[in-house]
């Protein structure tokens, strides 16, 4: 084949899911034991389980002639792409991963990847956000990504320490209650 019609990139993100964050260049990528445990657990049960499956249905469909037309082959083939895509992104996500136990932190009083952070605003609301690597982040469950803007904020601050976080409308305030650090499930 021609090299004009393969794809040639150096960029780590080619498998990158839509809505998937990235990896800062040349950041590791920070993830709690459990965090990573996940990442494996879904590989395994993609690379164990489901292609298997989808693999038999394509070899099955495959063998009944017209590939054209054939729902089962076309959709089978699809969905192959789609597992060998996180696959690969998976495998990119671990290999580069460098795993930080929360509670193993011995600077307990400064905010550090893994730190469960309770702080107020400006608004005198009292909010709690524990910082998590990139695959784990979840605003529902309070859990914020170590390259999210109010995570940078408040990195390396101290309980009653007062820190600035910029945001579309200014400035806003945040002062730290209290720093924990916890197991993430």
Do not use: C
Request: net charge negative; charged share 30%.
């Amino acid at each position: 084949m021609s090299k004009a019609f393969t794809k040639e990139s150096d960029h780590d993100d080619d498998d990158l899911p839509e809505g998937a964050t990235p990896i800062p260049k040349g950041s590791p990528n920070y993830i709690t034991p459990k965090g990573l445990e996940k990442l494996r657990a879904e590989l395994n049960q993609l690379a164990r389980v489901e292609r298997p499956k989808v693999v038999e249905t394509v070899s099955w469909a495959a063998g009944n002639g017209d590939r054209s037309e054939n729902g089962d082959y076309i959709y089978g083939k699809k969905r192959l792409r789609e597992i060998d895509r996180r696959l690969r992104f998976l495998t990119k996500r671990i290999e580069a991963a460098r795993v930080v136990d929360p509670t193993a932190q011995t600077n307990k009083d400064q905010v550090f990847f893994g730190a469960t952070v309770t702080y107020a605003n400006s608004r005198d609301e009292e909010k709690t956000v524990t910082i998590v690597g990139i695959d784990e982040a979840d605003l529902e469950k309070g859990r914020i990504s170590w390259i999210a803007p109010i995570a940078r904020a408040l990195m390396k601050a101290y309980e009653g320490d007062v820190v600035q976080l910029r945001i579309p409308g200014g400035v806003e305030t945040l002062e730290i209650i209290e720093i924990a650090y916890i197991a993430v499930d």
